[in-house]
Nanobody
Framework: QVQLVESGGGLVQPGGSLRLSCAAS????????MGWYRQAPGKQRELVAS???????NYADSVKGRFTISRDNAKNTVSLQMNSLKPEDTAVYYC?????????WGQGTQVTVSS
């Protein structure tokens, strides 16, 4: 099993920044794809950013140029730096680890962007 624990959510004003972190434990491997999803009220969960073991990244169009995902394979952590936050970024953010077709999820952390 894999356990994922997120931290770093909170309330921020539009234009502000937040950094989310996720600590992975258990049978985690650097070969897993790591990612961040988010789910806003009344909407489907969507992939925000992902990163594979080589460091190659992928971003949703809505966050390109504003969010940066990174990982530390030695420490089994993945982070999401979020800049220039907008009210539409408000959601619960979930850390995800993907091994083949098996998804592992964290409990989620709330990000609220509001003045």
């Amino acid at each position: 099993q894999v356990q994922l624990v997120e931290s770093g959510g909170g309330l921020v004003q539009p234009g502000g920044s937040l950094r989310l972190s996720c600590a992975a434990s258990g049978t985690i491997s650097s070969t897993f794809r790591m990612g961040w999803y988010r789910q806003a009220p009344g909407k489907q969960r969507e992939l925000v950013a992902s990163i594979i073991s080589s460091g190659s990244t992928n971003y949703a169009d809505s966050v390109k140029g504003r969010f940066t995902i990174s990982r530390d394979n030695a420490k089994n952590t993945v982070s999401l730096q979020m800049n220039s936050l907008k009210p539409e970024d408000t959601a619960v953010y979930y850390c995800n680890a993907l091994n083949g077709f098996i998804h592992y999820w964290g409990q989620g952390t709330q990000v609220t962007v509001s003045s």
